[in-house]
């Protein structure tokens, strides 16, 4: 199931909230993505731990660190496999112009960057679950929506 349009391919990472970028797969201009994000995953299964979000068409990948050193200067990393040798844990989705702007943290004490802005332009995806079933942006959120509406239900009691 093909999603369509940047605002679209913004929310998804939104909706991944607090996910991570644990795999990525480059097939010429396609980019395919591994997010582990259980709370969601496991609400279509118990047993499931994540989706795979594969980008098309995508040009223009990188990303700009965050130096753990405050004194050191920030790095862009072009070259895609040194972009996802970490897990990169996603906090939001933004548009910045005609590209997606995923910000992520990272934590991994070995890498001298704790998180950075992942950027690329893309217009099109589709998101799976482990079992191979297709999902549209309005069922993504919905699921999303039912998991943090009941958080907050078990947060107030």
């Known amino acids: 199931m093909n999603i369509d349009g940047l605002e679209n391919v913004r929310d998804i990472f939104s909706i991944f909230h607090d996910g991570s970028i644990s795999a990525c797969a480059l097939d010429g201009d396609d980019l395919t993505l591994e997010v582990e994000i ?3 995953a496991e609400r279509v299964n ?6 795979k979000v594969r980008l098309f068409g995508v040009s223009n990948v990188r990303f700009s660190t965050w130096p753990s050193d405050m004194k050191s200067d920030s790095a862009v990393l072009t070259d895609v496999p040194d972009i996802f040798d970490a897990d990169l844990e996603i906090l939001e989705g933004n548009l910045s112009g005609e590209e997606i702007e995923v910000v992520c943290n990272q934590h991994s004490s070995s890498l001298p960057y704790c998180g950075g ?3 690329f332009h893309c217009l099109r995806f589709e998101v799976t679950d482990e079992g191979g079933k297709g999902y549209s942006i309005e ?6 929506q039912g ?8 947060s107030q009691a």
């Not at 069922?139 to 999303?144: A, I, N, R, T, V």
């Not at 998991?147 to 078990?154: F, I, Q």
């Open 38 to 40: 259980q709370y969601l």
């Open 46 to 51: 118990p047993g499931f731990r994540k989706f």
């Open 117 to 119: 802005e992942l950027r």
């Open 139 to 144: 069922e993504l959120s919905e699921l999303s």
């Open 147 to 154: 998991y943090w509406d009941e958080w907050s239900s078990r």
